[in-house]
């Protein structure tokens, strides 16, 4: 039984910055491809970030360059560093595996808001 924690979000102004936090248990970060997701009311949870079991990274556009998924595999940990924040950036976010076919459990996510 894995479970998925973020943490970190927080109420921010326009241009701020944030770092959110993802605790799994086991060694998923290690042999899966993990993601940031992102959900406002009324849309669809849609991927963000991703970082590959080689390492390597992809951002969807609206985030390119401000963004920046790593993570920590000894602390069984993930991050997300949101730099240049802007209100369309406002969400819940949650992270988990990229495919479907190992998803985990979602967490509860952690509350973004961007606004002035």
Do not use: H
């Not at 669809?44 to 990274?57: H, M």
């Not at 985030?63 to 000894?74: C, L, M, N, P």
């Amino acid at each position: 039984q894995v479970q998925l924690v973020e943490s970190g979000g927080g109420l921010v102004q326009p241009g701020g910055s944030l770092r959110l936090s993802c605790v799994a248990s086991g060694s998923a970060f290690s042999t899966s491809s993990m993601g940031w997701y992102r959900q406002a009311p009324g849309n669809q949870r849609e991927l963000v970030a991703v970082i590959f079991s080689g390492g390597g990274t992809n951002y969807a556009d609206s985030v390119k360059g401000r963004f920046t998924i790593s993570r920590d595999i000894a602390k069984n940990t993930m991050y997300l560093q949101m730099n240049s924040l802007k209100p369309e950036d406002t969400a819940t976010y949650y992270c988990n595996t990229l495919s479907s076919r190992t998803r985990l459990a979602w967490g509860q996510g952690t509350q973004v808001t961007v606004s002035s």
